[in-house]
Structure formats: structure tokens, C-alpha cells
């Protein structure tokens, strides 16, 4: 139980374009689901905290502009990455919490790693 | 001070071995704890969940909580090859709260 996916594991773009990441929890409804970034050798820095049917809360210092979050329903989240530039190559990775079961955690997808050239 | 600190290693311990990694934090409103392992180039996998003091196991597995020393541990006991991963301990303020605080990450290898 609790499986979460992302789609696709690796991208490779060019600077300008846009990229789209889907995040979908396989097994259980999601009301929130969070998307994270992780650079080599650090742990996962919080971008934004994605709500079914409403708008991201993003932290402080991240482009919600550049970053685009859309939560349209239990079990799909997606960040899009607009205009992408080399400093935005990265890992990302998206959460979802479960508030079914045993415990009221987040669990994670596979990852998506975002070569921008 | 970071909330939560984890020394990041690394950590080489030979295969059948007992390890023990370690989290502290600054800020007693954390009640529930979780440890997560996360191989390269994946995302992170839960492993324990716990929310009071004492210790909880699974398996090879126990997870320790001292929230009056507001430290907590992970030890795994006969340690294989396939263990080795980064270790990340996670905490948050209450049930339903929606924010997680990690720790830097444990980089632990185990020689077979």
C-alpha cells in the first residue's frame, strides 16, 4: 500500500522549454501532496505544499511563477518547470500524505531528474 | 542551529554488524518521528514511524525516541550490503500537520 509514481524518471530539455512532472498516488486518495527538490549529496529542500482544488503554498524563495503546481484531483499533482535553465537541472520529487491507515505520513515517488542544456 | 541535526557521515560498518544512527533536535513541539531510506538516485522510502518515547521495532529495525533529550536513534541489527543507502531522519509537529523537517541524511555503507 501507499505507492506513489512520477512521470517521467528523467527528462533531458533544452533551456526555454517547459517540463511537466506528474506525481499520482496509486493506492489511496491524496489530499495533499508535496514537491520536493534535492541536489547531489543534500537532503530534500520543500518547494510547495499542493492542496486538492486549491492553489499551491509555496515556500519562501520559490518561484511559484517558474514552478507552476496543479492539483486537480485525489490522485494527481503536477509541477510544471516554465522557461527551464541549467540552474533548475535537479532532482525532484513529489510526496503524498496519507491520512488513511495506520499512520498520517508522507510518502514518496521515485524522483525525476531534470537535465536542462 | 538547524531544527534537526544528523551527522551525515559516512558511516562504514561491515556486514553483520549493528548500526546506529542518530538525529537531534531543537524544538520540543516535534511529536512524531519517522525514518526514511533512500538508495541513489531514488526517491525516499519509509521505514519507521513512531510518536512516543521508548523504541518501536520492525524486523532489523528499532526506532528509539527520547523527547526529553529530543533525540532520537535508528539501529539496525545484522546489517546486510543491501542496507546500504542514505538514512534520513524526519520529524513534524502534530498528526496532520503537513510539513516534515529532515535531517541532513546518514550515508551508511555496509561491507559485505
Known amino acids: 500500500g501507499a505507492v506513489v509514481s512520477q512521470h517521467p524518471s528523467w527528462v533531458i530539455c533544452k533551456s526555454g522549454t517547459s517540463v511537466k512532472i506528474e506525481c499520482r498516488s496509486l493506492d489511496f486518495q491524496a489530499t495533499t501532496m508535496f514537491w520536493y527538490r534535492q541536489f547531489p549529496k543534500q537532503s530534500l529542500m520543500l518547494m510547495a505544499t499542493s492542496n486538492e482544488g486549491s492553489k499551491a503554498t509555496y515556500e519562501q524563495g520559490v518561484e511559484k511563477d517558474k514552478f507552476l503546481i496543479n492539483h486537480a484531483s485525489l490522485t494527481l499533482s503536477t509541477l510544471t518547470v516554465t522557461s527551464a535553465h541549467p540552474e533548475d537541472s535537479s532532482f525532484y520529487i513529489c510526496s503524498a500524505r496519507d491520512t488513511g491507515g495506520r499512520t498520517d505520513t508522507q510518502y514518496f515517488g521515485p524522483g525525476t531528474r531534470l537535465t536542462v542544456l | 542551529q538547524k531544527e534537526v541535526e544528523q551527522d551525515p557521515g559516512p558511516l562504514s560498518v561491515p556486514e553483520g554488524a549493528i548500526v546506529s544512527l542518530n538525529c537531534t533536535y531543537s524544538?520540543?513541539?516535534?511529536?512524531?518521528f519517522m525514518w526514511y531510506r533512500q538508495y541513489s538516485r531514488k526517491g525516499p522510502e519509509l521505514l519507521m514511524y513512531t510518536y512516543s518515547s521508548g523504541n518501536k521495532e520492525d524486523g532489523r529495525f528499532t526506532a528509539q525516541v527520547d523527547k526529553s533529550s529530543k533525540y532520537i536513534s535508528l539501529f539496525i541489527r545484522d546489517s546486510q550490503p543491501s542496507d546500504s543507502a542514505t538514512y534520513l531522519c524526519?520529524?513534524?509537529?502534530?498528526?496532520?500537520?503537513?510539513?516534515?523537517?529532515f535531517g541532513q541524511g546518514t550515508r551508511l555503507t555496509i561491507n559485505p
Open positions: 524544538n520540543s513541539a516535534f511529536q512524531y
Open positions: 524526519a520529524m513534524t509537529r502534530g498528526k496532520g500537520a503537513q510539513k516534515l523537517v
